[in-house]
């Protein structure tokens, strides 16, 4: 069974980082959704890891 994909909401629940800037960071590496298509961030383990090391606690 698929797992739902996980958005910027979700990311912003899992760090504590307001998803404004989760999205920022999506963008500047991943390009614009309608850039692509598409209407939805709907995350792929790579964008979510890229995320997830973009806001690392050092």
């Known amino acids: ?4 994909p996980m958005t910027p909401a979700d990311l912003e ?3 504590g980082v307001p998803a404004q800037q989760i999205r920022n960071v999506l963008r500047a590496e991943y ?3 309608a850039e692509r298509g ?4 709907e995350l792929t383990p790579e964008q979510v890891a890229h995320v997830r090391r973009a806001f690392q606690r050092g």
């Open 1 to 4: 069974m698929d797992s739902e």
């Open 13 to 15: 629940r899992e760090l």
């Open 38 to 41: 598409e209407i939805r961030w």
């Open 31 to 33: 390009g614009l959704l």
